[in-house]
């Protein structure tokens, strides 16, 4: 049943308030007819590819795969209780990482926040670095607090994708709870490996709004060698400092006349909240 063309059709028919009342219920019966179709039709779609996921070689599953995520990105949160279990396992237990890592992937959509345990345990048995940064990644939606709690550690990970991952993690959830494991990265990691690391603490640390982290964004819009960190922390100082902090309004003017176009533009912004913000 074509839903679209049901309406159409009610509109044109609807030229009295009876037949506009009569038509009107026709319409719902029809709408709900169609999206009871349609969540069937997917639930069988769901059930034909998470079956070819139990079998099949790699390249099998990966398609399957790829199917699911399809259907969520149409329909997100509507996996059924077997799609769940199914890619729960796919998740833990498959054998090849790149199925393991899409299956990460699909859970930023199917399941809603039931799908953090299973993020979570996943990830503290994981090895691989892609798989762990697609499950720190599908972390970054969610906002339970106990997210935070459980990637914090990971800023010290010997990886540097992985320090990275979770400070983009940590930097969407925006958690005042990060803040003094944020502020030790920059203090630690100052080499250029860590830069996507820095940039995403120091915008972590932006959206926290705590003043306390002013002194660190400061030394890293004077010193930082990477351009993205530095326009990174004078956006941060925009947005948390005010008229009383001299020494980041001095930085910012520097920064402002600097060649680097995207910085200096950043920087004169952030000036202009800088002034209108009261003590």
Known sequence: ?????????????????EAGTALLFFCLIAGFAFGQETQSLNQARQGEFISQLAGGDEEQRLNSMIRIIELFDVEP???????????????????????????????EKCCGEQAIPTLLAALAIEREIPVRKAIIYALAQYRSSQISIALIPFLNDKTPDIRGATAFALAERGDANSLDALLQLLQKRQKDEDAFSRSQAIRALGRIGNHSAIEVLVKSLLRDKSPEVRRQAAYALGGIANKQDVKAIETLHEASLQSDPYLAGIAKEALDKVNLRNP
């Open 1 to 17: 049943m074509n839903f679209n063309f049901q309406v159409l059709k009610c509109a044109a028919f609807n030229t009295s308030a």
């Open 77 to 107: 949160n509507s996996a059924t209780s077997q799609a769940f279990t199914a890619l729960t396992h796919s998740l833990q237990h498959d054998s090849s990482a790149h199925v393991r890592a899409l299956s990460a992937r699909t859970f």
